[in-house]
């Protein structure tokens, strides 16, 4: 099998374009900072709700806050996520035979009759938050005002038991300013705790990421498979070593892989200095008995190519960001090992 192989062999294989699933993990991170900034509005709106317990509808409808957002805050705060809204959406019949629900608001008992569930297919996706939903601003319809007050007031209804609803008690807050700041500020600690360091990641950085998993897999256990790692070689100038995106190493064996990864849409100068730094590289890496791979793809890296011919001529392994060109890479490392 041909690992090294030239531009030409390598744009063949490659994807050209983000695949789908890193677009939506990318979009699914994207989450976390539109819920910070909107944060303190969406407060406001709980905050103003003291009259009656479906008071936060009319402020909501009144706003110009999108009620797909506002739900996800409410998701977030009460830690009820997808599946526990497709559970409810596939229960839902039997939890409210009549269609509608009792429950308790200032001591008071309420009935809330709902305007369109049951709806088959509720989750996410129907309700459009998720990474891709949250991109678009949708306005107050029948069915957000139903889950609005599902998660605002489902832990005081005859049914909190069922479906997970007892986590739903945000609406118990509602009209108590400063109860409800000290409960959503705590709960955004733990959402930024969970999410941390992920506002920081970029496609680039998911690839990166999906690449160390897929080697982690694939290579056993018997290999170190390390993200940001370097590889400390003689000539190099710094003594801290010489940086990769990944490092592999196999148990009781010396020799040391260096994986650089590129995968860019629209062209930028990345590629053209890896290209620079590629002679250098690998000349340094085989006098210390190493060696040196990367993965490129994107359209806008076959824009360069030029660079990317150097580079092809200077790896000992080049391959695209396909699962199949992955596969290859898992060969080439097991054949440098065997």
């Avoid at 936060?56 to 009144?62: E, H, P, Q, T």
């Avoid at 710094?238 to 940086?243: D, E, N, R």
Wanted: glycine share 8%; proline share 3%; charged share 25%.
């Amino acid at each position: 099998m041909k690992f090294n192989r030239d531009i030409a062999e390598l744009e063949k294989e490659a994807a050209l374009w983000w695949p789908e699933d890193l677009l939506k993990k990318n979009a699914s991170i994207s989450i976390v900072p539109k819920l910070i900034k909107t944060q303190r509005d969406f407060l406001h709106i709980l905050s103003l709700s003291k009259n009656n317990p479906e008071q936060v509808i009319a402020l909501l409808r009144a706003s110009e806050f999108s009620a797909n957002l506002f739900i996800k805050h409410l998701c977030v705060l009460a830690d009820y996520g997808g599946e526990p809204i497709q559970r409810l959406g596939r229960s839902f019949a039997d939890i409210f035979p009549e269609g509608e629900m009792e429950y308790v608001w200032n001591g008071e008992k309420q009935v809330y009759k709902f305007k369109e569930l049951p709806l088959r297919g509720l989750g996410n996706t129907k309700l459009k938050t998720d990474g891709n939903g949250l991109n678009s601003e949708e306005p107050l319809s029948p069915l957000y005002e139903d889950i609005i007050m599902l998660l605002l007031h489902g832990s005081t209804s005859t049914v909190s038991h069922e479906a997970a609803l007892d986590k739903c008690e945000l609406g118990v807050l509602l009209g108590k300013e400063d109860q409800l700041e000290d409960f959503v500020d705590q709960r955004y600690i733990v959402v930024s705790r969970i999410t941390g360091g992920a506002t920081a990641n970029t496609l680039g950085q998911l690839t990166q990421q999906n690449v160390v998993q897929v080697l982690t897999e694939k290579l056993g256990k018997e290999f170190d498979v390390v993200s940001n790692g370097t590889i400390k070689l003689n000539g190099y100038e710094k003594g801290s070593g010489m940086p990769f995106d990944v490092v592999i190493k196999k148990e009781g064996n010396d020799k040391k892989l260096g994986l650089e990864i590129s995968f860019q849409v629209t062209t930028n100068s990345t590629i053209e200095r890896k290209a620079g730094q590629a002679t250098d590289r690998q000349n340094l890496m085989h006098n210390n008995g190493h060696k040196i791979g990367y993965i490129i793809d994107g359209a806008g890296n076959f824009q360069r190519a030029s660079a990317v011919s150097n580079i092809c001529k200077h790896s000992d392994c080049t391959v695209a960001y396909t699962d199949e060109e992955l596969g290859i890479l898992v060969n080439w490392i097991e054949y440098e090992y065997d």
